[in-house]
């Protein structure tokens, strides 16, 4: 891969894991938030239990994310960024553009959620 071509997902790879940091702290500052309310008004707690689960959650994948991102950053430094983890070929391009913390190739994305939905199921 070209330098600059990879300097620019270097770049984006960045700003994403900047962003998603932000997220995970203004997610962990608000479920706090909303866990003083609860003891505030007892009557809504049964709604900030809701919420709270929601904005676990959401934090959850943000942080898995935020892990993707990290673990591609590694690769740009190790020099196997845009190599597929499992087969080993090239990611397409086009794929990178869309996303740059892709794992795998298309078809080995497909077998690897095929694989998870049977271990799930
Ligand atoms: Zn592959």
Excluded: H, W
């Excluded at 990879?6 to 894991?17: I, M, S």
């Excluded at 008004?41 to 709604?47: I, M, S």
């Amino acid at each position: 891969m070209k330098k600059d071509r990879l300097a620019g997902f270097k770049k984006r790879l960045l700003d994403k894991q900047y962003q998603l940091v932000q997220e995970v702290g203004r997610t962990a500052l608000y479920g706090k938030d909303q866990e003083d309310d609860s003891i505030k008004d007892l009557g809504d707690q049964a709604n900030t239990a809701y919420t709270r689960e929601f904005f676990f959650e959401l934090g959850n994948g943000d942080r898995r994310l935020l892990r993707e991102v990290v673990t591609a950053l590694q690769k740009i430094e190790d020099g196997s960024f845009g190599t597929c983890e499992r087969c080993s070929e090239p990611i397409a391009d086009k794929r990178l553009d869309a996303l740059p913390f892709a794992r795998y190739c298309i078809d080995c994305q497909r077998l690897v959620e095929e694989e998870e939905r049977m271990t799930a199921g």
